[in-house]
T-cell receptor, first 116, second 116 residues
């Protein structure tokens, strides 16, 4: 396993611009999760995929946030019309479903977003 | 109500001593999993240990052990023989099973500082 990778690691953008982040999960992991983490808080769940299917998206923060995983491998998280409040660390994690629910998520290094 | 509560914002421990980080949780789901993650200043979340709600024994992984008290709904992390490299944020998390849709919840974390 090469681990979960995320690109870019850092992103600075101006308010109102769109940004897109990419996550490459551990190969053979069928589940992929996106989180947001703000300073002094734990990761906040946003959405997750099982293969290509987005099984939970009600926690996406607003309709400006969207995520895709078109071929069941890598995923993208897009934020449209960014706001200063979107400044945070965006974390991706992947896992493999296992019997008995002993599923462990492995996290990437995160993408740190700063909206000016 | 908070699903995961970590009451210790910060903990200090001397190198080679043991330390316990507290975590209490709230769920009515009989099937759930509890996790501990370490987040060093670099930002990457590192999986430490897992405890399933039906596991009869407390989980152990090297220097990490989980003191699971189901009736009290607590899942404290014990780190034995602390090392300087253990200095980091530590997050407790819970995943509840809801018809196959697993949405993890993280606590706010405890900052651990190991001093020589």
């Amino acid at each position: 396993d090469t681990g979960v990778s995320q690109d870019p690691r850092h992103k600075i953008t101006k308010r109102g611009q769109n940004v897109t982040f990419r996550c490459d999960p551990i190969s053979e992991h069928n589940r992929l999760y996106w989180y947001r983490q703000t300073l002094g808080q734990g990761p906040e769940f946003l959405t997750y995929f099982q293969n290509e299917a987005q099984l939970e998206k009600s926690r996406l923060l607003s309709d400006r946030f969207s995520a895709e995983r078109p071929k069941g491998s890598f995923s993208t998280l897009e934020i449209q019309r960014t706001e200063q409040g979107d400044s945070a660390m965006y974390l991706c994690a992947s896992s493999r479903t296992s019997a008995g629910g002993r599923e462990t998520q492995y996290f990437g290094p995160g993408t740190r977003l700063l909206v000016l | 109500a908070q699903k995961i509560t970590q009451t210790q914002p910060g903990m200090f421990v001397q190198e080679k001593e043991a330390v316990t980080l507290d975590c209490t949780y709230d769920t009515s789901d009989p099937s759930y999993g509890l996790f501990w993650y370490k987040q060093p200043s670099s930002g990457e979340m590192i999986f430490l240990i897992y405890q399933g709600s039906y596991d009869q024994q407390n989980a152990t992984e090297g220097r990490y052990s989980l003191n699971f008290q189901k009736a009290r709904k607590s899942a404290n992390l014990v780190i034995s023989a602390s090392q300087l490299g253990d200095s980091a944020m530590y997050f407790c998390a819970m995943r509840e099973g809801r018809g196959g849709s697993y949405i993890p919840t993280f606590g706010r974390g405890t900052s651990l500082i190991v001093h020589p």
